[in-house]
């Protein structure tokens, strides 16, 4: 009877305030012709100060935790209003149960928005977002997060923790498997692909999520590669490495970001006005919501920033941190913060406003159900063509490092292989770290890709040999008799798919256990021996890059992964990757990237006192933008349409390439620039462009590169983003180390 007369008082002040919906099933959207934000405005003149805190809570459901805190209450907590979005909480049944607590058995009934890291692919698994980005093809990555987004849809998501846009130039930073890598220009691209695939044309047919870039921002420079460890750079680097993949995520018009763990310069990012406010609020004008990284807000206490979790709370919310990701901090104390006038209600409004907005533009209070579809859940989730997509994805992702005297591709012809190694026939470790929905057993696997490409045709002997980790030889022999019996050995090593990810940082990044060991012993039997490395890092491994005359980096392929490394080793796809991230020799050289500043002292092998190791080479293993194909390019007539140019003119920069091997094949060519003298010192090359170029066997193409003053900007020593005149030196070719290059100079 209560709630009757609740009910029945809220239509009336709904109705004399000119509002709409407050209930989906007792009053449907009244004035559908009011903009969103007439209807936010409307709403939140109707709530309580605690129902908007519940617009700020997010909470996760039992289903899935990925932190320290799991709250029991949480069906509760919607009952009360004072839960606004959860996350890990998925299937178009299960979210329609709880969206049903929300919208009729609260006061206001403003429906959930439900979140869940659907980082690459929810149930049909892509490969790593470190292995697609090694495909370069911002059209095939687009559609990677396309399809991840379908999936989710149906299954009653809004919402992804995704894309990660972090630069990563540490190898040992478990995370850099969860990005697009070292370069800030590709990751800008990349960020961008994955911002569209995510959120598609928008919300009207249901196919589409919210995107969110995290983790903002330079995540990725933790010290020493240390999950959560401190960050502590220059403005200019935060501004010109980390920064950029976030500006062009909100440029391409991402809707929500997450605030990183770590601190930047002695200010934890959870409460950094000048990051939060000043930089992505004013200067970006980011119309949508922050969230936070999980208990982020609470772990500003052991950062030593706030005195407890009331003044956390108050530092957070005052700095822009819109919504609470599970720490329940504003839960607990943002009411009383209000009362005792340390926040602004008009803070509070507008972050409800942000949050509120996001669920009016998912048509939510139309159809809070619209999501949750059982029907499109079973017809879309795993579809064919998802699967395509995904062994598409896969292939355009492997990194061919090594292929000494053309052993790959294999023929399909012959009698017997081995196929050895802890990887071969690991259906969890092909998904990866943070795969969502996605089912192990769903994986084919490096040997059942072979077994159903060969059909029956060669004699397959598997043998396991070791295990990833650990110190146990005793599958050693029979590895090696199966090895004996072959005409060609392939070696599946790598990392455990838990190796990489979040707390996941490693020391020593070579093949964990005795799986080097295993390598060396195949190798001594003198057959070809084909090494297929899966990883989420760069390894190092200085041995095995001698060594072994084939080498395939496949990442963590995803769902489809043993089909498409078999399309490569059998030639029914020639590999295009290109690596996204340096390969070091050794961790010693660690951080290790293309683009580093010169030195003083840049070094020369015959002058001890340049900058240099004693017991290493400067060089990485593999350069970034390194990658082989079946066939071979040949990069020439570097041409520019002008030596000088001013700001308001384009250079144009053409280059033939040839395909001077045996297989039509695809090439990524790199345009990589150096501005040679800078008020402050420049990196010694940095790309600003690169192209996709398919070449049949003998065929050549001539493609342009377009160059602009804007183009070559930095932050100068007082922070102005400019472009200064002086030479510029060009290089174009097949990885960052490419060689044919020219000057152009720009006059003013
Ligand atoms: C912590 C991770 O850092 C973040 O990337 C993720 O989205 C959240 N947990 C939620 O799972």
Redo the contacts with the bound molecule.
Sequence with gaps: MKKIIHITALLVVAYLMNSFVLRSGIMKNALPDKTVEQRVDSLLALMTLEEKIGQMTLF?SDW????PTLRATYKEDIRKGRVGAI??AHTAAYTKELQRLAVEETRLGIPLLF???V?HGYKTIFPIPLGESASWDLTAIEQGARVAAIEAAASGLHWT??P?VDIARDPRWG?IS?GAGEDTYLGSAIAVARVKGFQGTGFDNTDAVLA?A??YAA?GAAQAGRDYHTVDISEQVMREVYLPPFKAAADAGVWTF?N??NEWNGIPATAHDYLLKDILKWEWAFPGFVVT??TSINEMVPHGYASDYKHAGELSVNAGVDMD??GAVYYNHLADLVREGKVKESRIDDAVRRILRMKFMLGLFEDPYRFSNAEREKRLIMAPEHLAAARDMARKSLVLLRNEKQLLPLPKTMKTLAVIGPLADSKVDMLGN?SAAGDAKDCVTLLEGIRTKLQGSTQIIYEKGCNVDGTDRTGFAKALAAAKKAQVILVAVGEAGWMSG?AASRTDISLPGVQEDLVKALIATGKPVVVVLMNGRPLTIPWIADNAPAILETWFAGTQGGHAISDVLFGDYNPSGKLPVTFPRNVGQIPLFYNPKNTGRPMNPNDKYTSKYLDAPNTPQWPFGFGLSYTTFEYSDLKTDKKEFDRNETVTISVKVANTGQYDGEETAQLYVRDLVGSVTRPVRELKGFQKVFLKKGESKVIQFKLRADDLRFYNADLQFRAEPGDFDLWVGSHSDATLGTRIVLTR
């Design positions: 996760t899935e935790m990925t932190g996350f890990n979140g869940y890291d980082i923790f995704a990660m995370r969860e969110c995290k983790h995540y997450m990183a763990f990284d999980y990701m599970q943070w979040e």
